[in-house]
DNA sequence: TTGAAAGCGATACCAT
DNA sequence: ATGGTATCGCTTTCAA
């Protein structure tokens, strides 16, 4: 029957034997074609060629990292697909692994709870290595490195367990944002925070804190949020009740625009007359019309950059030691805070 | 030396033969053991369990697909990540997938010239489905039939050759929007549509003309974007610099917001009382406290979770017959249109 | 229930 | 330059 052909024909479209009958050559030789620095004569290769075109062959990539150990993929563990931040670093991401020749396994948590569910899949799949941006334990951390398989932490870092590490410090960012401020005469601050876990977060709010603590202001009121637009309308609205101020610091840009819009909708504040907003992580919304934030940017690129070339180094190298990379900021001035 | 027996131990982190031999039975039985449904002793599975947890033993997915010819891999092709909408989309899927024991292969295209050099990837890397955002030619969407790759096209149709797909109909929102803004006494309608080869982009562009025309509106002006923020923002300016207006139709939220902005800043317009603006799409930003945008939902989780029934049903049955499965938005009443 | 053995589709070494 | 052959790590009959 046709039916019976067409999946006969589907299921097995083309192995490298199918490519060597048909061109009347060894099966051999058909891999040896499709291997950079082959040696192969110009005729039988064209002939091959040929043989694979008519096919439609492509080597199968599954047999190919079964015998090379090398699959070509590499898993990008990222913990919350849905802040606005990560969308940008998934796209530098693939699109750079891509130029490389290597794929990308994705996992996106709903939760970081799901992480050892994830890794089990990563050691399952024979990544080549993986970039994660997500809360790894030592126990995790220790995994990568008893498998030999090479990893690069994205804006997270690991003191019990060295690992390479690329990420933004907030510090120096914050050093800029808060001196400016105090210059500019705002001597109320507030902080919204991240998760008391999250590890970036904190970085972030200690940075500010110590700054505005070096600059003679203590006891900032902080409220926490998990990062998202809701959660800075909700701390500003906390914070702002619990008291005049004259400056908010976000720890990053999506809790600040909540923030900012708290402020302008609901007190009635102008900014940055009345009150001072900045953020952190320069995404696209925080410099639309509406909102024009004062912020810093992560210079994504060179870091996802930087995370791709510590990567290949350490597949190449499993042995290469731990290095963290850090990056610091652009200030972008924005229309929110007033800056001396 | 211990670098050598480190990289020696590291390279073969276990296979079933090294779980076997520490269990002593034979590989075979080993296999069985992680397969469901297996056949093996009660006493001989708690040995083997045993001894692939002292290695840390998990089954190699790359030598099981090869064997089965099941990658338990999906490709998810996404032609631009940046695009607001699609994280949540990508997000979604990628969740849903994993709670289906299946991964994804990501393949996120900067330009739609990409694609072809994509598929030849996706075939290498024997994925049991893909699900495509992205622009097929007919020839593309041949070779899926072809090579027998299930595939679910996204936002996307497909006319010339029939392909499933899930996609939201402008045309019900559409309605429910116009046909508001009319009853609310809109008069002057403006559209701003996608770029021109966008399939998406044109059927609601065509869906609001269409109704307009219905209602008695002719010769709508129309600017193009290409659905970012900026191309909305330079459109509405053409569009008021052009001539008065009370309602602009954007193709999609981000340059509705775009619109809105440099109607409200740069024009001093009112919203809505001297310009209604509508977009599409449901994203995040959109209801932001300082928008508020009007516009219709897609309704994402069920879109999703229909891509994926989809899918799999033709992974299992790869001659099931192309589908197509329209959704239609939610309206978001929001603030920005005046609505009757 | 268990083990032996034949593949899956490639690579790579070894002769020729 | 080419072909033969032994893997890679697993699944899957087929006997025992």
Redesign the pocket.
């Known amino acids: 029957m046709a039916g019976d052909e067409n999946s006969a024909l589907r299921s ?1 479209r ?4 199918d490519v060597a009958r048909r061109a ?9 074609c ?2 950079p620095g082959a ?3 110009p ?3 064209a002939r091959i060629i040929a043989a694979a075109n008519e096919l439609g ?4 990539a ?3 990292g ?4 090398r699959s070509n993929m590499v898993a990008v563990i990222i913990s919350n697909l849905t802040n606005l931040y990560y969308p940008e670093v998934l796209a530098e991401l693939t699109q750079r692994l891509s130029e490389r020749g290597v794929r990308v396994l994705l996992f996106a948590l709903k939760a970081e709870s799901e992480i050892d569910d994830v890794l089990d899949q990563v050691w399952r799949y024979q990544v080549d290595g993986a970039i994660v941006a997500a809360r790894l334990s030592p126990e995790q951390l220790a995994a990568f490195h008893d498998r030999g398989t090479a990893l690069v932490l994205y804006n997270r870092e690991s003191h019990e367990v060295p690992a390479a590490s690329v990420s933004c410090e907030f510090a120096a960012g914050e050093t800029m944002l808060v001196d400016g401020m105090v210059a500019a005469g705002c001597c109320r601050f507030a902080v919204i925070g991240g998760p008391a876990d999250s590890a970036v977060g904190e970085a972030r709010v200690n940075g500010a804190i110590e700054r505005l603590g070096r600059a003679g202001f203590d006891d900032i009121p902080m409220e926490r949020g998990d990062f998202s637009y809701d959660s800075g309308y909700r701390a500003a609205h906390r914070l702002l009740n619990a008291g005049p101020l004259d400056a908010i610091i976000a720890a990053n840009d999506v809790m600040a625009l909540g923030a900012m819009d708290a402020a302008r909708h609901d007190f009635g504040l102008d900014i940055p007359e009345q009150l001072s907003v900045v953020g952190f992580d320069g995404v696209a919304p925080a410099q639309w019309r509406s909102y024009r934030l004062t912020t810093v940017r992560q210079p994504v690129q060179r870091m996802t950059a930087a995370a791709i070339t510590m990567l290949f180094e350490r597949i190449d190298d499993p042995d290469l030691g731990p290095e963290r990379r850090l990056f610091s900021g652009d200030l972008i001035p924005g229309a929110t805070a007033r800056l001396a």
Chains 1, 2 share one sequence.
Do not use: D, E, K, M
């Open positions: 097995r083309g192995t490298s034997y009347g050559v060894s099966q051999s030789a058909v891999s040896r499709f291997r040696s192969v004569a005729a039988t290769r062959y492509r080597p199968n599954i047999a190919q079964l015998i090379t150990r």
